[in-house]
């Protein structure tokens, strides 16, 4: 089992930034892939960015240049982060934490980003 935990969203202005935490605990060393994922109203869930366990990342367009992303490994824990600057009011969304498996796939709660002035 993979538990995730999030944190740090909240309203801000257009323009603005906040940082999306992630904590990953449990069987860790068996987590591949990790991703951020934004659900907006009436919207389809949608990946927003991801790193592999090579390091490799990816981002959607919407986001590229503006959402740098991290992933520190420590014993136990891995705190997966992503940096969202300059938002827009098409950010607002909630953001849930992913982490896949060989076999699983788990979901933290999620975080509420609101954007508006």
């Known amino acids: 089992q993979v538990q995730l935990v999030e944190s740090g969203g909240g309203f801000v202005q257009p323009g603005g930034s906040l940082r999306l935490s992630c904590v990953a605990s449990?069987?860790?060393?068996?987590?591949?892939?990790m991703g951020w994922y934004r659900q907006g109203p009436g919207n389809q869930r949608e990946l927003v960015a991801s790193?592999?366990?090579?390091?490799?990342?990816?981002?959607a367009d919407s986001v590229k240049g503006r959402s740098p992303i991290s992933r520190i490994d420590t014993e136990g824990t891995i705190y997966f982060q992503m940096q969202m600057n300059s938002l827009k009011p098409e950010d607002t969304a909630a953001y849930f934490c992913?982490?896949?498996?060989?076999?699983?796939?788990?979901w933290g709660q999620g975080t509420q980003v609101t954007v508006s002035s």
């Open positions: 449990g069987r860790i060393a068996s987590i591949d892939f």
């Open positions: 992913h982490a896949r498996t060989n076999n699983s796939d788990y």
């Open positions: 790193i592999t366990r090579d390091g490799v990342i990816d981002r």
